[in-house]
């Protein structure tokens, strides 16, 4: 057999439904003369499917464990065990795996538990900015520089910090977390939907996360995107409150970066 033919049989394997024999299947038929050692060697290919299901199943428990505390231990299992086996990994890496559960929550839980699908995505995301390292900011001094040159802020984009995200929900998730983060045990009561936009912000194991008024966040969503500084400027109709929150956002440390995207000897320093 071809290494590819190999591995397409032990993939059928591994990610079938755990309820089918391995013997049915047909991959394990095409990797039956391969296999070498023992009276029965196509069983020892059961140890590596129970490790897959496992690892997969205890590596959603390990990066949900606050929706584990909103839904329930049982619930979160029986969705993280559904999710498996519908989705298996497409990514080599599996600290990757489950950025799409979310979803998966919103499919099965979303008419019963309609904030449960934001709680999980604001959850995912803290755990991609909680490993972010924060890089040395820019100063005030340096948009001062740019501030009377139109040309240069029309091309000039500006690179964020890497722990900084602003996502859009419907519910008041941050609430919920609160509680979480306290230690508050008592069972989450009903909710009215309250739509806007949070802040999130990590940096080696911290997370923090806020609500933030409508023209901070489309500021800063528009320069997460990379829009240039003049284009993110005019997201907020108020043009002196747009140069107040992008001095803020200076000020809190949020950017790290400027490129006019001009060549090296035309740049002004910045």
């Known amino acids: 057999m071809r290494l590819a033919e190999v591995q397409d049989a032990l993939r059928e394997i591994v990610t079938a439904d755990p309820a089918r024999p391995i013997v049915s299947l047909r991959g394990a038929t095409a990797l039956a003369g391969q296999l070498v ?12 499917r129970r ?3 496992a690892s997969l199943l205890e590596a959603l428990r390990t990066k949900f464990p606050a929706t584990a505390w909103l839904v329930g231990e049982p619930t979160l299992v029986a969705m993280a065990e559904e999710f498996v086996q519908q989705h298996p990994p497409r990514r080599p890496c599996i600290a990757e795996y489950g950025d799409s559960f979310p979803q998966h929550l919103a499919a099965r839980l979303g ?26 900011p820019l100063t005030l001094d340096t948009l001062s520089a740019l501030a009377g040159d139109d040309e240069v802020l029309a091309r000039c984009r500006v690179t ?24 508050d045990d008592t069972t989450p009561t009903e909710m009215a939907p309250a739509s806007g936009h949070l802040l ?4 080696r194991g911290e997370v923090t996360l806020e609500r933030v008024a409508p023209d901070r966040a489309r500021l800063l969503g528009a320069l997460l995107e990379g829009l240039t500084l003049a284009e993110a400027l005019a997201s907020v109709p108020d043009e002196t409150r747009a140069s107040l929150l992008l001095a803020e956002l200076i ?14 000897q035309d740049l002004p320093s910045c």
């Open 200 to 203: 999130l912000r990590g940096a």
């Open 51 to 53: 490790h897959y299901r």
């Open 111 to 136: 008419e019963t538990l309609p904030y449960v699908p934001d709680f999980a995505l604001v959850e995912w995301q803290l755990g991609q900015v909680s490993v972010a390292v924060d890089a040395p």
């Open 160 to 183: 964020v910090q890497h722990g900084w995200r602003v996502l859009p929900v419907r519910w008041p998730v941050e609430r919920l977390f609160e509680r979480f983060f306290t230690g």
């Open 251 to 264: 000020a809190g440390g949020a950017i790290t970066a400027l490129d006019a995207r001009r060549p090296a």
């Open 37 to 48: 050692g023992g009276v029965r060697p196509s069983v020892r290919l059961a140890v590596h």
